[in-house]
T-cell receptor, first 113, second 116 residues
Framework: GAGVSQSPSNKVTEKGKDVELRCDPI?????LYWYRQSLGQGLEFLIY????????KSGLPSDRFSAERTGGSVSTLTIQRTQQEDSAVYLC???????????FGPGTRLTVT | AQKVTQAQTEISVVEKEDVTLDCVYE???????LFWYKQPPSGELVFLIR??????QNEISGRYSWNFQKSTSSFNFTITASQVVDSAVYFC?????????????FGKGITLSVRP
């Protein structure tokens, strides 16, 4: 079946602009995660959605970052007023539920100039 | 706090050699899960294995094997008879759920290069 998909695959933006990154999880997966992968920080957890529960936003690095998940499926990660330190690969993962294996998408490479 | 340490940063071997990737974890939780992921040059993280803290039985899958030892807080990964296609970055990860969040805490990754 189809895996996790993310769009765009690459995004170049100017400092100060807002960006939206999209994730389509595997159909039927109730849990959705966003991670960020950068050279300096490795792989970091950002936010977690599970069904209709309130998301766990404990990994978001600043209030410029937000995410939503509509209809329990597609998720959008929004970064407002982008900074150069936001440059990274943003990875989305989904799983069948709590503590099941997480399946990752190909990521969105964000470059802030 | 949870922590995963992959002390090896880069390993280079010749094809057909065996190679072991080390992983040491820290958690105060008694229930936790350990994972290995592979990230080939294409960039996509590929799930390899999940183990829970109550099951210390070692696992073998083809050329891959995993050695989980709670006494040393280690979850090492061995590739037998390595192949060029094994070249990738390998991440060890830990999930020790607090509340309802099963987020993964990753190690820094080990870059494995297998030369023909």
């Amino acid at each position: 079946g189809a895996g996790v998909s993310q769009s765009p695959s690459n995004k170049v933006t100017e400092k100060g602009k807002d960006v939206e990154l999209r994730c389509d999880p595997i159909s039927g997966h109730t849990a959705l995660y966003w991670y960020r992968q950068s050279l300096g920080q490795g792989l970091e957890f950002l936010i977690y959605f599970q069904g209709n529960s309130a998301p766990d936003k404990s990994g978001l690095p600043s209030d410029r970052f937000s995410a939503e998940r509509t209809g329990g499926s597609v998720s959008t990660l929004t970064i407002q007023r982008t900074q150069q330190e936001d440059s990274a690969v943003y990875l989305c993962a989904s799983s069948l539920g709590f503590l099941r294996g997480q399946y990752f998408g190909p990521g969105t490479r964000l470059t802030v100039t | 706090a949870q922590k995963v340490t992959q002390a090896q940063t880069e390993i280079s071997v010749v094809e057909k050699e065996d190679v072991t990737l080390d992983c040491v974890y820290e958690t105060r939780d008694t229930t936790y899960y350990l994972f290995w992921y592979k990230q080939p040059p294409s960039g996509e993280l590929v799930f390899l294995i999940r183990r829970n803290s109550f099951d210390e039985q070692n696992e073998i899958s083809g050329r891959y094997s995993w050695n989980f030892q709670k006494s040393t807080s280690s979850f090492n990964f061995t590739i037998t008879a390595s192949q060029v296609v094994d070249s990738a970055v390998y991440f060890c990860a830990l999930s020790a759920p607090t509340g309802a969040n099963s987020k993964l805490t990753f190690g820094k990754g080990i870059t494995l290069s297998v030369r023909p």
